[in-house]
């Protein structure tokens, strides 16, 4: 990338690619790294180059949690060191703690090449043209999202991540993901399906569905779309075993939703809906435009048209002003649905966010004692929903071999739970298997295959 580099084959270029955060994050790194690829860069493979530093350094961040920032100058430093010390590295800091630190990043850490928010995730090949002619390159400026021609390099073969929805408009006061992600922006229909078919083709098995704020899809179009109706057009792909979809929200989220998965049967029975508060008081502070009434209403939906769902969330414990009988609401909120997880975190103060200058912010150490409960509750949850699949007999998609355990493989249920099971991984990669559960613990089941007709 860099001038000393005039000369060099581009073959023998080599990335590090390291991701924080959420599954869009994660989807907008697969597409960083197809146009990487394409340009010829190749990811750095321990066991070939041996003692070798990647030539571009990639960090793709998440600045939902504050722990998350400090990490990207811990990760950046020692690559900051080999420039400083004259090697030809160039390092970009992407995603969203790029967005919203922008050219104070490049004061903080002036050996960064390239500083791009999320919203250029498609168009890394021509900033590091940029780069290459000697700039320091700062892309976060809103941008409209052109229709994205790269091909993802998949971290699966098994399952993808399809974006259908870009941004948020929301304004939660703790939240600053509008900020960095930018505006609601819907991808057409039909380029969707087009991707998803194309996919399909390719082997893989399974696709999730992308948003921000995903029950927000086609609101923005002209005429207006439900992402009820996406769910059963995608749905409808031949070759489509499993959909999934992230991240949905309860302000938005139409019970027609709930309809479409139960009568889609591609559909996974596993709404992921966070809830973020169980107080009315704290959710008007939060800027959440929902009610606990609102979301138990929501949760009734599901348990009524598809019994055995289940039903993921997320909380925030600590929140500026909240007393401990509104943490009771939150604890009385989580008993009253039984979730199967919930992903638990006391309050964060985030940069150019509302709630991070008030008065009354919540002191650490109660914050730490109302995570400590409410991680207790979750996994008390997460143990009683799992342990009703005990001899059952359930499908699940192979994915990966069990690490730990080499003769054994895992997948995962239509629910989303982890599923270990003993078998080949290079016969059963991708393949729908059913397995007999005679192992239950909080976040996995065992059990043995069980053989099928015809196989």
Sequence with gaps: MGQSRENKDISDLTYKLETMGCQMNM??????????????????????????????VILNTCSIRDHAEQKVYSYIGPHAKRKRDGEDVTIIV????????????????????????PQYANRIGDLLEDVSNGNQVVATEASHIMEDSTKPRRQSTVAAWVNVIYG???????????????????????????????????????????GQ?????????????????????????????????????????SLGVVDSVAETPA?????????????????????????REKYLHIVDRIRSRIPDAAITADVIVGFPGETEEQFEDTL??????????????????????PAAVWDDQVDDAVKQNRLQRINALNLEHAAQRRARMKGRTVEILVEERNV????????????????????EIDELRGKLVNVEIDTCEQYYLAGKPVAQDGH
């Design 168 to 210: 948020c408009n929301e304004r939660c006061t703790f939240c600053i993901v509008p900020t960095t992600r930018g505006v609601e922006q819907s991808r057409p229909a039909e380029s969707i399906v087009r991707e998803v078919t194309e996919l399909v083709e390719q082997g893989f098995k399974e696709i999730t569905l992308l």
């Design 27 to 56: 989807a907008d790194s697969e597409r960083i790294e197809g146009q990487l690829q394409g340009l010829g860069i190749r990811p750095l493979d321990p066991d070939v180059d041996k003692n070798k530093q990647p030539d571009v």
């Design 404 to 423: 730990r355990v080499p003769t054994q493989v895992m997948g995962r249920t239509r629910h989303g739970y982890i599923v270990y099971c003993d078998g």
């Design 332 to 353: 009385s909120l989580m008993r009253e649905v039984v979730f199967d997880s919930v992903n638990t975190a006391a309050y964060s103060p985030r940069p150019n966010t």
């Design 267 to 291: 559909a996974c029975e596993c709404f992921h809906i966070p809830f973020q508060s169980g107080s009315n008081e704290i959710l008007a502070a939060m800027g959440r435009g929902h009610t």
């Design 94 to 117: 992407a995603g969203c703690v790029a967005q919203q630190e922008g050219e104070a990043l490049l004061r903080r850490v002036p050996e960064v090449d390239l500083v791009m928010g």
């Design 213 to 253: 704020n995903i029950d927000a899809y086609g609101r923005d179009m002209i005429p207006k779309r439900k992402f009820s109706d996406l769910i059963r057009i995608v749905g409808e792909i031949p070759g489509l075993d499993r959909l999934r979809f992230v991240t949905s929200h309860p302000r938005y989220m």
